[in-house]
């Protein structure tokens, strides 16, 4: 069992950076893949990155990439998603989750574990 919660969200104008952070309990969850997902008002819920257990390897969104990046700290049990030059477009819900299975890429309903969520809004 893996319990997860963000932190860092908040406002912030265009071009600004936040940094979330994903905080889990469970003495296993550096056995666990990690990924942050998003979902705006009215629209479905996407996977924006995605990093392996060991932090080795690790996926972005097209939308996202060289803007975000995702990295862990298995010695906290904490997974970071540090975000550059926001904009707009990226204002949602971000949802951190947890899951055992190797693929990176998977879709929301694969993923087992979930945090609560935390809002990010991006001010033209």
């Known amino acids: 069992q893996v319990q997860l919660v963000e932190s860092g969200g908040g406002l912030v104008q265009a071009g600004g950076s936040l940094r979330l952070s994903c905080a889990a309990s469970?003495?296993?969850?550096?056995?666990?893949?990690v990924g942050w997902f998003r979902q705006a008002p009215g629209k479905e819920r996407e996977l924006v990155a995605a990093i392996t257990w060991s932090g080795g390897s690790s996926t972005y969104a097209d939308a996202v990439k060289g803007r975000f990046t995702i990295s862990r700290d298995n010695s906290k049990n904490t997974v970071y998603l540090q975000m550059i030059s926001l904009k707009p477009d990226d204002t949602a819900v971000y949802f951190c989750?947890?899951?055992?299975?190797?693929?990176?890429?998977?879709?929301?309903?694969?993923?087992?574990?979930w945090g609560q969520g935390t809002q990010v809004t991006v001010s033209s």
């Open positions: 989750t947890a899951d055992r299975s190797s693929s990176l890429i998977e879709p929301a309903p694969r993923w087992d574990y």
């Open positions: 469970g003495r296993t969850f550096s056995m666990y893949k």
